[in-house]
């Protein structure tokens, strides 16, 4: 089994808040002097697309983890920044976890000489077979065949993502246009999507060290609450796909 790269496994911490239009402009115009725009956003205005498929268990072990706040969980999804199946952007098998308030992500890329409008079981096949060999894939495989974990629902959004002009591990994004799809395909012909926060943004900041004092002031003098939000779980709930116990 080999290790996978450094760049492609990291550990952090993470605040979440939900902003609604008006606040959000605001906030984003307060943040930006001390922000740079990060160099893989890919549009005009500074953002690009996120689509991930989200796999669970028969019973939805993951969903029920994160609804319950369990202090050790983990997901696995596949995530693209391709933005239609004739987009040549990677995909990426991802694990991503949290273990006593530190998230924690593993990724590993997938070559893709297959059908990527697979779907299903015949999806999860073509995973295995063309991810990057390591540990990623190993626990993946091991969910596939003990919990018959597959894929459920999808999600994307448009991120504008920024690093600290002055402390570059610190990250902000502003995530918008946020919409879950009940499918077990990346691509192809799926039902119709569903808004998942009308006429809100999320904006989230990751950090390994301390959060930066000007943030501080521009929360604090905007009251901003945190919130402790997951699209996924976010999409299952609007969907009607599983209910919190």
Same mark, same amino acid.
């Given at each position: 089994?080999?290790?996978?790269?450094?760049?492609?496994?990291?550990?952090?911490?993470?605040?979440?808040?939900?902003?609604?239009? +008006?606040?959000?402009?605001?906030?984003?115009? /307060?943040?930006?002097?001390?922000?740079?725009?990060?160099? !893989? +956003?890919?549009?005009?205005?500074?953002?690009?697309?996120?689509? @991930?498929?989200?796999? *669970? *268990?028969?019973?939805?072990?993951?969903?029920?983890?994160?609804?319950? =706040?369990?202090?050790?969980? @983990?997901?696995?999804?596949?995530?693209?920044?391709?933005?239609?199946?004739?987009?040549?952007?990677?995909?990426?098998?991802?694990?991503?976890?949290?273990?006593?308030?530190?998230?924690?992500? !593993?990724?590993?890329?997938?070559?893709?000489?297959? *059908?990527?409008?697979?779907?299903?079981?015949?999806?999860?096949? /073509?995973?295995?077979?063309?991810?990057?060999?390591?540990?990623?894939?190993?626990?993946?495989?091991?969910?596939?065949?003990?919990?018959?974990?597959? $894929?459920?629902?999808?999600?994307?959004?448009?991120?504008?993502?920024?690093?600290? &002009?002055?402390?570059? *591990?610190?990250?902000?994004?502003?995530?918008?246009?946020?919409?879950?799809? /009940?499918?077990?395909?990346?691509? =192809?012909?799926? $039902?119709?999507?569903?808004?998942?926060?009308?006429?809100?943004?999320?904006?989230?900041?990751?950090?390994? !060290?301390?959060?930066?004092?000007?943030?501080? /002031?521009?929360?604090?003098?905007?009251?901003?609450?945190?919130?402790?939000?997951?699209?996924?779980?976010? &999409?299952?709930?609007?969907?009607?796909?599983?209910? +919190?116990?």
């Amino acid at each position: 089994m080999s290790a996978e790269p450094v760049a492609l496994r990291f550990r952090r911490l993470e605040c979440k808040y939900v902003l609604d239009a +008006a606040i959000r402009a605001d906030v984003e115009s /307060a943040l930006r002097p001390y922000l740079r725009l990060a160099g !893989h +956003a890919k549009d005009g205005d500074g953002t690009y697309a996120v689509r @991930s498929l989200y796999f *669970d *268990d028969p019973v939805w072990s993951a969903f029920h983890a994160k609804i319950d =706040g369990l202090r050790s969980r @983990s997901k696995f999804r596949l995530r693209t920044y391709a933005r239609s199946e004739h987009d040549p952007a990677p995909w990426f098998l991802e694990q991503k976890g949290r273990q006593d308030g530190v998230v924690w992500k !593993h990724r590993a890329p997938l070559a893709r000489p297959f *059908d990527p409008c697979l779907r299903g079981e015949a999806l999860t096949a /073509a995973i295995l077979a063309n991810v990057t060999p390591g540990s990623v894939r190993d626990r993946f495989e091991f969910a596939v065949l003990r919990q018959r974990i597959a $894929p459920v629902v999808l999600v994307d959004y448009r991120r504008r993502p920024y690093s600290g &002009a002055f402390a570059p *591990d610190f990250r902000v994004t502003f995530d918008d246009l946020v919409t879950g799809t /009940a499918t077990d395909r990346l691509f =192809g012909s799926m $039902p119709a999507s569903r808004e998942l926060l009308p006429g809100s943004s999320v904006l989230e900041i990751k950090f390994t !060290h301390a959060v930066p004092v000007w943030f501080h /002031a521009v929360v604090q003098s905007r009251e901003l609450q945190r919130r402790s939000i997951s699209k996924v779980c976010s &999409a299952i709930l609007t969907l009607g796909l599983a209910q +919190a116990r």
